[in-house]
């Protein structure tokens, strides 16, 4: 702690203090302890920049920030010029751009869904009664007579020990899966899949990429409004009009042909015309041990697909490590946001994203700042401002898939997305549950800064899923997802909850996420200090976090890290 103190005056001196972070780290590797006002004190002369820049990605003449319109240059230019006075260095082989290739695919011309079986024919509407989507980059999408199978939620966790489509061969045939996960109706967050807590398993994104793993032809999911979590109108309208993927270099045709929904009625009549009923084999596929059911009947149905291919671009810098620079901390926020959008009643039809999310761009380049005038960390430490978050997380997903920096030498990280203007509060909460090492270093920052670990808000609608961090969490990178609390300092949970709501309801995805010179800091900069702890804890580490036991991220990470020479597997 006193070694500390020296180096923060040195800080508020704007000295490049190299010697301190030696100091600090020197002999035991292990990273300081940092008091809250002694976090604050680091990140305090880096905090006019955040508002700079997120002042600057707010205003009207950035157009809302769409990606892959006139506008894209104009913004990742002026975010490489932040990024270079940050003090970073070009990310990207010496490139400070790193080019999102994405395909927009747009199904028309759909035939009903026909279903053929001993006891007749059943023809239900696209649109009121299923919806179907193509992954693949394909002109036309057919799927004839192909063999349905009733597997349960569609889950495969060795880890667990459960397997959904255990014993039969998918090839050829359609998968009809049951939404979220077997404990979903649990009060208790205990259970094989944590009781209502979701899971990645329980999310439909999961379910897709298990049927395609298993050569399916196509896959069907079986809505319903309670563990869907949202209406069958929600399908409707997400899962009609263009569709949004990183492409590929196989236009992704290993993903199935088609993956769609059917209404809970559907499947009813469905499983009904097959001689069995869907309440019973829902109660058997909550029960380990269950095998998949062939059911029989043959399912047809097809489209037509409209494909347009566009290129975006994540900005990324680097602040090298001092001691262990092919070790990676990361750091992203995606820089786009909705471009033009509804009009408001007073005309306005730029969505700024003042909130979601200049804010974060604003952070992590506060960040590297604030890193670099400390001295830079032993690793080194990746900022990437990400494209295409409104778009399905798809430049996370690119930099996931084609990553600068191998992710066996990635520590871990941090994403920001919608940092909150508000006051000082007394707790933070980390989405997910107890999933990595990461949270007792989470518990470990809070401590020293005198905050509260609060218990996540509605952790059966998985946020930890659905947000940037998650595509390197997928791939096996542990990641913070981190949201501050509502007990305001001033005001406690009253104040905190009505700025939540407020934002909420007034401003998020709309024309009113607008910057205002009035926004009360003492919050944004609470969370800059924080993510500076948590940050440099990583990087002036020499440990390297991993999944708990039993996590479902936890396999793919402990087979990257065996792998031959992989940093994290030393
Ligand atoms: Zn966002």
């Known amino acids: 702690m006193a070694r500390f103190s020296i180096c923060i005056a040195a800080l508020i001196g704007a000295v490049a203090v190299s010697a301190c972070s030696t100091m600090d780290n020197g002999g035991t590797r292990q990273p300081g302890a940092l008091s809250a006002s002694e976090a604050e004190a680091a990140v305090a002369p880096s905090v006019p920049l955040m508002k700079e820049v997120t002042k600057r990605l707010s205003a009207d003449d950035f157009e809302g920030r769409a990606p892959s319109t006139a506008v894209e240059p104009k913004v990742t230019d002026y975010i490489i010029g932040e990024f270079r006075k940050a003090g970073l260095q070009p990310g990207n082989q010496g490139k400070w751009l790193q080019e999102v290739p994405t395909v927009e695919i747009t199904g028309d011309d759909f035939t009903p869904l026909t279903v053929k079986g001993a006891g007749g024919t059943q023809s239900y509407a696209f649109g009121e009664q299923y919806v179907a989507t193509s992954y693949r980059a394909v002109p036309k999408t057919q799927v004839k007579d192909s063999p349905l199978v009733f597997v349960g939620y569609g889950i495969v966790a060795p880890e667990l020990g459960w397997n959904d489509y255990a014993g039969i061969d998918m090839h050829g045939k359609t ?8 404990d979903y109706a649990s009060e208790t967050q205990d259970g094989l899949f944590k009781g ?63 993956n769609g ?22 109660k058997a596929a909550q029960a380990s041990g269950f095998k998949p059911v062939p059911l029989g009947m043959t399912a047809s149905f097809g489209f037509r697909n409209a494909i347009r291919r566009s290129t975006s671009h994540n900005v990324v810098g680097i602040l090298p490590g001092t001691a262990r620079p092919y070790e990676y901390v990361l750091y992203s926020a995606h820089w786009d946001h909705l471009g033009h959008c509804t009009p408001d009643a007073t005309g306005d039809d730029i969505c700024n994203g003042a909130v979601d ?25 990746v900022f990437i401002a990400l494209t295409l978050e409104e778009s399905g997380l798809l ?18 990280g941090v994403n920001i997305d919608a940092l909150l203007p508000g006051g000082r509060v007394r707790d933070y909460s980390m989405t997910g549950g107890d999933k990595s090492d990461l949270n007792d270093l989470f518990r470990t920052a809070l401590r ?21 961090h998650f595509s390197y969490a997928k791939l096996g990178v542990p990641m913070f997802d981190i949201g501050r609390g509502t007990d305001w300092v001033q005001g406690g949970t009253a104040a905190g909850e009505a700025a939540a709501k407020d934002y909420v309801e007034n401003r998020y995805h709309a ?21 500076y702890r948590l940050g440099r804890m990583l990087a002036d580490g020499d440990s390297w976090p991993n999944w708990r036991a039993g996590d479902e991220f936890r396999a793919i990470r402990d087979a990257d890290c065996a792998r031959p020479g992989a940093p994290c597997g030393e």
């Open 175 to 182: 998968a009809v899966i049951l939404v979220n996960d077997p």
């Open 196 to 258: 209502r807590r979701m899971t990645y398993y329980g999310r439909w994104t999961y379910k897709f990429e298990e049927a395609a793993r298993q050569g399916a032809d196509a896959a069907l999911i079986i809505h319903d409004t309670f563990p869907a979590a949202y209406g069958w109108n929600v399908v409707n309208s997400s899962w009609t009009g263009a569709q949004y993927y990183v492409q590929s270099p196989n236009d992704n045709t290993d993903a199935t042909k088609a």
């Open 261 to 282: 929904w059917v209404q809970k009625p559907v499947a009813e009549a469905i499983l009904k015309a097959s001689g069995h009923d869907l309440a019973s084999l829902t």
């Open 357 to 381: 999310n200049a804010t974060g761009v604003g952070a992590i380049t506060a960040l590297a700042d604030a890193n670099r005038r400390h001295g830079g960390a032993q690793r080194s430490q």
């Open 395 to 412: 430049g996370s997903e690119y930099y996931a898939q084609n990553p600068i920096y191998p992710l066996n030498a990635t520590v871990g």
């Open 448 to 468: 020293e800064q005198g905050l509260r670990d609060a218990p996540e808000d509605s952790p059966e609608k998985g946020h930890y899923y659905r947000s940037d």
């Open 511 to 531: 024309p009113s996420d607008e910057w205002s010179d009035d926004w009360n800091w003492a919050g944004l900069t609470q969370d800059l200090a924080l993510y």
